[in-house]
């Protein structure tokens, strides 16, 4: 059965395009799933009214036109060469990456992004852009760091849970990749670092019970949604962004929440998964929970 909404891929002209296309067709031909490629180029100079020049685009604006173009047309011939069971889509949308990108992910079950790399139609897809997409976005939003651990080495699906009503978010997004990817999945709740054991004045006290008893009561009844999936489970004392980050060289997917404001507040991520979007050597996946 076709997916009612289809994963979005945010492209510019980067080699980082390049795998997240890559990356959202595997994903899409795992639940047949539409793919919708979008490159966003900036939006035209405005003039003074008075001067009756208002809207008239700037040469580089139309250069920037021709290139988001000719970026979309390559994905699609692309897309259509590596998958052709994969339903695939593309549009040159005028306007700026993020409010552009957030757009779309009120019609997407998931949003991908790529690289670092600036494109020649002048949008860094991660970085600001990705940070803000993903603290503003309607749905999952997985962001390229870097590549997923190969499979000589056994990867798996990381999500990191707390005590909170979050946590189930995250397991629901974690658990259905993990098994339509066929992966295990290991789920870590991080427990703050003892700072006198880490100065080395005394030994590692036990982790408390009452941490092990929520990691516990958060993926009660997860492996009998999901049979397929083998799971593991830590509780690790560390700075959350530290163990995360760790754990993301032997990760096919690291899933975090997004506790980021509202966009008329502010934009920012969380300081846990802003830090790991940074940070990450793998793919990272950010589940809104705002």
């Not at 490159?39 to 020049?53: G, K």
């Not at 993903?134 to 999952?140: D, I, K, N, Q, V």
């Not at 880490?198 to 982790?207: F, G």
Request: aromatic share 4%; charged share 15%.
């Amino acid at each position: 059965m076709i997916a009612e909404r289809p994963i979005v891929v945010g492209i510019d002209a980067s080699a980082g395009a390049d795998a997240a296309l890559m990356w959202a067709l595997a994903d899409a031909a795992t639940h047949n799933a539409p793919v919708r490629v979008v490159c966003a180029y900036p939006r035209t100079a405005e003039y003074d009214p008075m001067l009756m020049w208002s809207g008239l685009p700037e040469p580089e604006s139309v250069h920037s036109h021709s290139v988001a173009k000719d970026v979309v047309a390559t994905a699609l011939k692309y897309a259509a060469a590596s998958d052709p069971s994969v339903l695939v889509q593309g549009e040159a949308i005028h306007g700026n990456p993020v409010p552009v990108l957030t757009e779309e992910s009120h019609r997407g079950s998931l949003l991908v992004l790529g690289s670092r790399h600036r494109s020649a139609v002048g949008a860094s897809v991660l970085g600001s852009v990705s940070a803000g997409v993903a603290a503003r976005s309607a749905c999952p939003v997985v962001v390229l760091g870097g590549p997923a651990a190969l499979a000589s080495e056994h990867p798996c699906v990381v999500v990191g849970v707390d005590g909170t009503a979050e946590s189930e978010l995250l397991l629901t997004f974690a658990f259905d990749h993990a098994s339509r990817h066929r992966v295990p999945l290991r789920a870590l709740l991080v427990w703050h670092p003892d700072l006198l054991a880490t100065m080395l004045w005394r030994a590692e006290p036990a982790v408390p019970k009452r941490a092990e008893l929520w990691l516990s009561e958060a993926l009660a009844g997860w492996s009998e949604k999901y049979p397929d999936v083998e799971v593991h489970s830590a509780v690790i004392r560390d700075h959350p962004a530290a163990a995360l980050t760790a754990w993301s060289s032997s990760a096919q997917l690291l899933v975090v929440g997004s506790r980021g404001r509202h966009a008329l507040v502010g934009t920012l991520l969380g300081s846990v998964s802003q830090a790991v979007l940074h940070h990450a050597t793998c793919p990272v996946a950010v589940v809104p929970t705002h």
